[in-house]
């Protein structure tokens, strides 16, 4: 049973820094993609950042490119999300997800992680 785990929320000001992690189990997570996704105050769930099985390749939504970072730890089937120069609209809860190479949805997901921007 695949389990995902974040953790590294919490409150910062405009302009600060946050690091996200992703520990997962119980899956071969070398052939599984990885994202993050976030849900902010009465929105819907939004695609942030993804990074492929295999080379690795990245994508990121518009709304955060330039400012996080998502990168991979495989000895440790860890996840990151390096986020940069927060503003209060980054504030939501912080999910992980994973999918199968040959999956089109991700099907496994954390139980999420509060980020709160304060100005």
């Known amino acids: 049973q695949v389990l995902l785990v974040e953790s590294g929320g919490g409150l910062v000001q405009a302009g600060a820094s946050l690091s996200l992690s992703c520990a997962a189990s119980g899956a071969p997570f070398s052939s599984y993609d990885r994202a993050w996704f976030r849900r902010a105050p009465e929105k819907e769930r939004e695609f942030v950042a993804s990074?492929?099985?295999?080379?690795?390749?990245?994508l990121y939504s518009d709304s955060v490119k330039g400012r996080f970072t998502i990168s991979r730890e495989d000895a440790t089937n860890t996840v990151y999300l390096q986020m940069n120069s927060l503003i209060p609209e980054d504030t939501a809860i912080y999910y992980c997800a994973s999918r199968k190479w040959s999956e089109r949805e991700y099907s496994n997901w954390g139980q999420g992680t509060q980020v709160t921007v304060s100005l």
């Open positions: 990074i492929s099985w295999g080379v690795g390749r990245t």
